[in-house]
C-alpha cells in the first residue's frame, strides 16, 4: 500500500500560522530577537568566560514564559554552582526553576513524558549527555514542544566534537560566550552583544 503524501502548505497556511514566543525583555531581544518557546538553542565558550552566569541570567529571564529546568550533568549541586545561583540572585525562583542533579538522560526524558513538565529545558553540558547526531534528532522529533538549551565546551571558537558543530548548524539560536560577553546568530533577528558581568568586560579592556 502507498504512503500518504502529507497535504503541502500554501503560503496563506504560512502567514496564517501562529505560535508561542517566549516573554523577553527588549535587552534580551536586542541579543536573541524574538524566538518561539520551542526548538534548540546552543550556547558555547571556554571555561572561564561566564557560561554559567549567562545560564543562569537567561534561565531568570525564561521563567517570564513559564518553568525552567536546568540539568547540572557535568557540574552538579557543588558549591562553585551555589555561588553562581547566589551570585544571579535566584533566590525566590523556587517554584519557577527547577535544578536537577546530574539526572542521567533516560530521566529526564520521563521527567520531560510528564503531563505537566516544564517546557523549557537547560542541559550543561551537551558533551555529557553522549548524544550521537541521531539520538539528537530522536530528542528533537520526540519532544518538539519543548525548548531546549545545550551548554557546550568549545574547541577555539566552535563547540567541540562531531554532534556538537551539528547541533550548532541545526540550531534556531547560536550563542558564542567570550570574555564575558555572549553574541548570538538567531533565526529571529536580534544580534547585539550582551555583558553578561560588565565589572568583568570593562576589566578586560582596560588591561
Not at 73 to 86: C, D, M, N, P
Not at 115 to 127: E, G, N, R, V
Not at 187 to 195: I, K, Q
Request: aromatic share 10%; net charge positive; hydrophobic share 35%.
Amino acid at each position: 500500500m502507498a504512503r500518504r503524501i502529507k497535504r503541502a502548505l500554501s503560503i496563506n497556511d504560512i502567514y496564517n500560522m501562529k505560535f508561542k514566543d517566549l516573554n523577553l525583555d527588549a535587552n534580551w531581544q536586542a541579543l536573541l530577537g524574538e524566538p518561539e518557546a520551542s526548538g534548540v538553542w546552543i550556547m558555547w565558550g571556554n571555561s572561564g568566560n561566564g557560561k554559567t552566569s549567562f545560564a543562569l541570567q537567561l534561565a531568570k529571564e525564561l521563567t517570564k514564559t513559564g518553568k525552567v529546568i536546568i540539568n547540572t550533568l557535568e557540574e552538579g549541586a557543588r558549591k562553585s554552582f551555589q555561588l553562581a545561583v547566589i551570585r544571579t540572585h535566584l533566590k525566590g525562583y523556587g517554584r519557577k526553576i527547577m535544578v536537577l542533579n546530574r539526572e542521567p538522560l533516560d530521566e529526564l526524558k520521563e521527567r520531560l513524558r510528564k503531563p505537566k513538565a516544564p517546557k523549557i529545558c537547560m542541559i550543561d553540558s551537551f558533551q555529557y549527555t553522549g548524544l550521537s547526531k541521531n539520538e539528537y534528532k530522536e530528542l528533537k522529533e520526540e519532544f518538539h514542544d519543548v525548548l531546549f538549551i545545550f551548554i557546550s565546551h568549545a574547541e577555539g571558537k566552535h563547540p567541540e566534537g562531531r554532534p556538537a558543530k551539528f547541533v550548532r548548524y541545526d540550531a534556531d539560536v547560536k550563542i558564542h560566550i567570550e570574555g564575558y560577553v555572549a553574541t548570538a546568530v538567531s533565526r529571529y533577528g536580534g544580534g547585539e552583544p550582551y555583558h553578561i558581568w560588565p565589572e568583568k568586560v570593562r576589566e578586560l579592556n582596560n588591561n
